[in-house]
Each structure stands twice: as structure tokens, then as C-alpha cells.
């Protein structure tokens, strides 16, 4: 678990699994995954806070 953010560090299966499963197109889910990934690096936590999009 990540003690810096608020919400604690998912698992990297649900990662996948996000990705996998998403309906989203490729392109698009890879602007979002890059966002949120962005989203957790600015704010020095686990979790971007958008739960179920790919990257989170």
C-alpha cells in the first residue's frame, strides 16, 4: 500500500483488467491511461481517483 496518497495502491491484476475489459478504443483508452497515470505522478499517489478507467 502506498502511505504518501490517500487511497491505497491497486492491485496490478485490476490494472489489466481495466484495460482488457474496457469497451473504450485503443486510442482513446491510451489517452486516458496516459492521463491518469499523469494524474497519480502530479499528485504523488497510488490512485488517480476515476475508478474503472483504464490506468487506474
Known amino acids: 500500500m502506498s502511505q504518501r496518497g490517500r487511497h491505497p495502491r491497486p492491485s496490478p491484476v485490476w490494472y489489466w483488467r481495466n484495460w482488457y475489459y474496457s469497451t473504450i478504443e485503443f486510442m482513446e483508452r491510451t489517452r486516458i ?7 497519480k505522478l502530479r499528485r504523488l499517489e497510488g490512485c488517480c481517483g476515476n475508478y474503472g478507467q483504464p490506468g487506474c
Do not use: K
Not at 33 to 39: D, F, I, K, S, Y
Open 33 to 39: 491511461a496516459a492521463g491518469n497515470h499523469w494524474l
